[in-house]
């Protein structure tokens, strides 16, 4: 399973970027997929994560200003992040969780000014 991530980008605080994350292979049914960050001098930070029955679960800092999703169609993870803030700036991994594995993307960085 290969994960590639993209839609960083530089945004003003109070603007919107949107990521998406396609995996590719031979995949049947991912189950959990997320969204993490790291920013500078920090710890990786779960953000988002979508379970295979659509469940989602966010880190409060998000709540109400990001949204997870997910088309299993596609084997593609979105994250819808608006209302962005400096402090969202970090690079973005994606991660699934596929039989019993995880699988990293190469991360998107976004860069919020104020």
């Known amino acids: 399973v290969q994960l590639q991530a993209f839609g960083g980008g530089l945004v003003q605080a109070g603007g919107f970027l949107r990521l998406s994350c396609a995996a590719s292979g031979t995949i049947f049914s991912i189950n959990d997929m997320g969204w993490y960050r790291q920013a500078p001098g920090k710890q990786r930070e779960l953000v988002a994560l979508?379970?295979?029955?659509?469940?989602?679960n966010y880190v409060d800092s998000v709540k109400g200003r990001f949204t997870i999703s997910r088309d299993n169609a596609k084997n593609t993870v979105y994250l819808q992040m608006n209302s962005l803030k400096p402090e969202d700036a970090a690079v973005y991994y994606c991660k699934v969780r596929y039989r019993l594995r995880e699988y990293w993307g190469q991360g998107t960085k976004v860069t919020v000014s104020s």
């Open positions: 979508i379970t295979s029955r659509g469940s989602t």
